[in-house]
C-alpha cells in the first residue's frame, strides 16, 4: 500500500522547547488516522509541520512520491495538502460561497490580465468556480448559507465552511484540527459523518486531531499518540490505543495535573 | 439580473455622476475644471492606495512617492529627453510600477508598524531626492511641464487633459473592479485578515504581494503623469507627507477595501479642502478632526455605512 504521507524523524522546537521529537510515522493512501494527546502535546504543531507553516528543525516529510521537507507553503497546498484549524480562520469580508471558492486557488494560478480585462476564459473559469463550490456546500448540507457573511454564522457552521474551503479542491490529504471542539453532541454526530464521507466517497486521507475521544474511537481505523511531542503509539487500533497503560498514564497524569479527570474512552472535551 | 431599487439608485447616481463630471468643462470656469481634475487624479490615487491599504490590508504607505517618480520621469522625458507625452507617461507609469514591486520586498517579511515606518522612509528618501537632485529636477522651485500634444483635437488643451483624466479614472475603476470581483481580489482579502491561512489555501503570498504593489504603482505613476500636466508644474511639495495624510483620510472617510468608498472620500475631501482654502489653517484641522471621527465611530467609513443600510450594495467579490 502507498503511504501518502511519510514522517522521518521530524523534530523541531521553539526557543528551546522540543515541540516535536523526532517523531516517525507513515500515514497510508486512504486511510482516516486519528491523533490523540493531552494539551500541549504537539499535535497542532503536527499538522502545522505536515502544511509547511513551520519550517522543520529535523528530519523530512514525504507526501506520496515527493519529498515537500523544503517546498514553499502554498506548494503544498496546492499538490493536495489542505487543512483546517483549530481557531475557526474563515475571511469575514466574503461570503460562505466566496469562502469556499478561496480554497480553489491550491488547483489554479490566477491568469490575472484575464481578470482584468475579464475574458471569456477567465469568465468561464470563475463559473466553474461558482459551480464546484455550491456542489461541495451540497455536499456538506450547508447549501442554504452560501450568501451569509463569515462572521454571521454558529460556530458550527463555521466549522462546516472551514471543512468545504478544505475539500473544494479535491484534495489528497485532509488535515482537521479539532472539528468537533465546542460542539453539542448532535453536532459532533454530524461532523462524524461528514468526516467518514469525506473519507470514504471522496477518497481523500484525513488526518484527525481531536480531543473528543469518542469521536476518535469510533472514527478511526488506526490511532496515533502524541505525548510531550513524542509519539507515544505510531499506529494502534482504537482498542489497543484504549487498553495501553502508558496512554492512560499520560491522561490521567495531566487530569491529576488539572484537578479532574477525562481519560481515553470516557470523556468529552467541554 | 435584476436591480433592486438601491441598486438601481446607485446606478442612476454613478451614470448622472458621470453624466455631470462629462459636461462640466463646457459649463464652468477653468479654473473649477482644473479642481475637477485634480479631484478626479485624487480618486485613481484613492483607488491606488485602497487596494494596499484597504483590500491587501498592508500598511505600506509609499503610494504618495510613486506618484511622483511617474509625475518626474513623465516630466524629465518630456522637457531634457524630448519624448513624447504619450511615450513618456505610461513610462513614467511603468517606473513607479517597478518601484513598487521593489517596495513589495520588505512587506513581504514585515507587517504592521515596521512596513509602515519603512514605506514612510521611502517617501522621505524620494522627496530629498526630487529637491537635492537639483541638476536634473530644479530642486525646490521644481519646473515646468508642457501640455501633451493632443494633435488636431478641436478642444483646448485645458479641457482636453481633464478628458484624459477622466478616461484614465474610468479605465481604472472598471479595471479593479475586475480584479476585486475575482480569485485575485479575494486573496487580497485573504491576505488582508487572514495572512497565515492564505499559504495553506495555495494563494501564493510572495507573488499577489508583488502584484498588488506593481498595481498599485502603476496607479499612481499615471496619476502622477496626469497631476503634472494638470499643473503644468512639478512641485517636490505635491508627493510630500501631507498628500500622503490627504489620501489615507480619502481611504479613511470612504472606506476601506471599497471602490464606491474612494471615490466619494476622494470627491469629498477634495472639494472640501477647496471649499476651506479660503480659510487660512482650517482644513488641516477639518483633515484631522475627519480622520480621528471617522476612524472612532464609522470605522469603515462612508461605504461601511451604505452597505450597512442597503446591504445589496455590498461591493461584489465574484461576477461570474
Ligand atoms: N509558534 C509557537 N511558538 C512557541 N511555542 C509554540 C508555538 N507553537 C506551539 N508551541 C508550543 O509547542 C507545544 C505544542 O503545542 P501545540 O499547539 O502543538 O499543542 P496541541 O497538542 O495542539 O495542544 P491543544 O490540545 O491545546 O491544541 C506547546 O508547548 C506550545 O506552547
Ligand atoms: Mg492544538
Known amino acids: 500500500m502507498t503511504a501518502a504521507l511519510t514522517l522521518q524523524g521530524v523534530s523541531i522546537s521553539f526557543g528551546g522547547i522540543l515541540a516535536l521529537d523526532n517523531v516517525s510515522c507513515e500515514v497510508p493512501a486512504g486511510q482516516l488516522r486519528g491523533i490523540i494527546g493531552p494539551n500541549g502535546s504537539g499535535k497542532t504543531t503536527l499538522l502545522n509541520v505536515i502544511s509547511r507553516i513551520y519550517p522543520v528543525s529535523a528530519g523530512a516529510i514525504r507526501l506520496f512520491d515527493d519529498d515537500i521537507t523544503r517546498w514553499p507553503n502554498h506548494a503544498v497546498a496546492r499538490h493536495g495538502v489542505m487543512r483546517t484549524y483549530q481557531r475557526v480562520a474563515l475571511v469575514n469580508q466574503l461570503t460562505v460561497l466566496e469562502n469556499v471558492m478561496l480554497g480553489l486557488h491550491a488547483t489554479r494560478t490566477q491568469p490575472l490580465l484575464g481578470i482584468a480585462f475579464r475574458t471569456s476564459g477567465y469568465r468561464r473559469l470563475e463559473r466553474e468556480a461558482v459551480d464546484r463550490s455550491r456542489e461541495t456546500l451540497e455536499f456538506i448540507g450547508i447549501e442554504h448559507l452560501a450568501d451569509r457573511k463569515g462572521d454571521e454564522l454558529s460556530g458550527g457552521q463555521m466549522r462546516l465552511v472551514e471543512i468545504a474551503r478544505a475539500i473544494v479542491a479535491r484534495p489528497r490529504v485532509l488535515l482537521l484540527d479539532e472539528p468537533a471542539a465546542g460542539l453539542s453532541l448532535v453536532r459532533i454526530d454530524e461532523i462524524a459523518a461528514l468526516v467518514r464521507r469525506i473519507n470514504g466517497e471522496l477518497g481523500v486521507t484525513v488526518i484527525l486531531v481531536e480531543h473528543v475521544l469518542n469521536l476518535v474511537m469510533s472514527l478511526c481505523e488506526r490511532i496515533s499518540v502524541l505525548v510531550s511531542g513524542q509519539l507515544l503509539v505510531e499506529s494502534g487500533s482504537p482498542s489497543e490505543v484504549q487498553e495501553d497503560p502508558r496512554v492512560r498514564e499520560a491522561y490521567l497524569g495531566q487530569a491529576r495535573a488539572r484537578g479532574h479527570g477525562h481519560g481515553p474512552g470516557k470523556g468529552d472535551e467541554a | ?320
Open chain 2, 1 to 320: 439580473m435584476t436591480l433592486d431599487r438601491p441598486q438601481r439608485i446607485l446606478r442612476l447616481a454613478a451614470v448622472a455622476g458621470l453624466a455631470v463630471l462629462v459636461v462640466a468643462p463646457w459649463m464652468v470656469s477653468l479654473y473649477k475644471v482644473h479642481v475637477l481634475n485634480v479631484l478626479i487624479i485624487n480618486i485613481i490615487m484613492a483607488i491606488s492606495l485602497n487596494l494596499i491599504m484597504g483590500y491587501s490590508g498592508q500598511f505600506a504607505k509609499a503610494n504618495v512617492a510613486f506618484m511622483g517618480l511617474g509625475a518626474y520621469t513623465m516630466g524629465l522625458l518630456v522637457t531634457r529627453a524630448d519624448w513624447s507625452f504619450w511615450i513618456a507617461w505610461p513610462t513614467g507609469a511603468l517606473l513607479a510600477a517597478a518601484v513598487g514591486t521593489l517596495v513589495a520586498l520588505p512587506a513581504l517579511r514585515l507587517r504592521g508598524l515596521y512596513l509602515a515606518i519603512i514605506t514612510i522612509s521611502f517617501v522621505l528618501i524620494v522627496h530629498w531626492t526630487f529637491l537635492h537632485a537639483r541638476f536634473l529636477t530644479g530642486g525646490a522651485s521644481g519646473f515646468s511641464v508642457p501640455h501633451p500634444n493632443y494633435g488636431g483635437l478641436p478642444i483646448p488643451n485645458t479641457q482636453a487633459t481633464y478628458y484624459l483624466s477622466l478616461l484614465t479614472l474610468l479605465g481604472a475603476i472598471w479595471m479593479v473592479r475586475n480584479l476585486v470581483a475575482s480569485g485575485f481580489g479575494r486573496s487580497l482579502l485573504c491576505l488582508a485578515e487572514q495572512e497565515l491561512v492564505a499559504p495553506a489555501l495555495g494563494i501564493n503570498v510572495y507573488a499577489t504581494k508583488i502584484a498588488v504593489f506593481a498595481l498599485s504603482g502603476l496607479l499612481a505613476g499615471f496619476a502622477g503623469g496626469l497631476h503634472a500636466v494638470t499643473l503644468q508644474f512639478i512641485d517636490p511639495q505635491n508627493f510630500w507627507l501631507l498628500q500622503l495624510v490627504i489620501q489615507l483620510c480619502m481611504v479613511a472617510l470612504g472606506g476601506v477595501a471599497s471602490l464606491l468608498g474612494s471615490v466619494l472620500g476622494a470627491s469629498i475631501m477634495t472639494l472640501l479642502i477647496e471649499v476651506l482654502r479660503a480659510f487660512k489653517g482650517l482644513w488641516e484641522f477639518a483633515i484631522g478632526a475627519i480622520l480621528l471621527v471617522t476612524i472612532v465611530f464609522f470605522p469603515r467609513g462612508i461605504a461601511g455605512l451604505i452597505e450597512h443600510f442597503f446591504p445589496t450594495l455590498r461591493e461584489r467579490r465574484h461576477r461570474p
